[in-house]
């Protein structure tokens, strides 16, 4: 069964420090990974996807990297704003989508 | 292009009376998926439709949870009798197809907010 683990459960920094979303996972079986972000009382965002054959994927201020040897992908944000903070979700596809807890992110304007 | 559509938004119900989620999704998208998120936790996967047939309901609680696709395009989830801890949001999600061994993105809706109690 996959598990999907998300560190730090929480994380507050000033705006302009880049932010560094850890999340691991048990099989490293996957088609592909995807970051997502939720805002309170809303739906899910997708922020990127990347495919099991690639290793990162870049969008605008956002990269996400992904190791499947070691189980393992990171989401970078560049220079936050206050408007980045939320939920972020990561979530691995096999047969099915299994998703972390979330990490929640607060920029202090 | 519009978004998956969820109604209610929000409903709350005393245990053991029955409710009904709506789902329509993004026009083209042949794969419909019904989550339940209950807070502080990761959506979890119910049941996913590939058109109108069940691809996967390993974790759909059948003796009070179903689902249906009628023509292959909205979908409806419902709780008969509901318990205090399905308390949780609905979250539906729509995908294109995957093709060899690429898969696409899912598309969520607002979700529907249900307190049971």
């Known amino acids: 069964k996959q598990e999907v683990t998300q560190i730090p459960a929480a994380l507050s920094v000033p705006e302009g420090e880049n932010l560094v979303l850890n999340c691991s996972f048990t099989?490293?079986?996957?088609?592909?990974l995807q970051w997502f972000r939720q805002d309170p009382g809303k739906g899910l965002t997708s922020l990127l996807l990347i495919q099991s054959s690639q290793r990162e994927q870049t969008s605008g201020r956002l990269n996400a990297s992904l190791d499947k040897s070691s189980g393992r992908s990171t989401l970078y944000i560049a220079a936050s704003q206050p408007g980045d903070s939320a939920t972020y979700l990561c979530?691995?596809?096999?047969?099915?989508?299994?998703f972390g807890a979330g990490t929640t992110v607060t920029v202090r304007a | 292009e519009a978004g998956v559509a969820q109604s209610p938004r929000y409903k709350i119900i005393e245990k053991r009376q029955s409710v009904a989620f709506w789902c329509n999704p993004i026009?083209?998208?042949?794969?419909l998926y019904w989550y339940q998120q209950i807070l502080g936790q990761g959506p979890k996967l119910l049941i996913q439709?590939?058109?109108?047939?069940?691809?996967?309901d390993s974790q759909l609680p059948k003796d009070r949870f179903s689902a249906e696709r009628l023509k292959g395009v909205d979908s409806t989830l419902k709780i008969q009798p509901a318990k205090l801890e399905d308390s949780a949001v609905y979250l539906c999600?729509?995908?294109?197809?995957?093709?060899?061994?690429?898969?696409?993105?899912?598309?969520f809706g607002p979700g529907t907010r249900l307190t049971v109690t």
């Open positions: 439709f590939q058109n109108n047939g069940v691809v996967d």
């Open positions: 099989d490293s079986a996957i088609y592909n």
């Open positions: 026009s083209g998208h042949a794969t």
């Open positions: 979530a691995v596809e096999d047969y099915k989508l299994s």
């Open positions: 999600a729509s995908s294109l197809d995957p093709v060899g061994d690429t898969s696409y993105e899912q598309y």
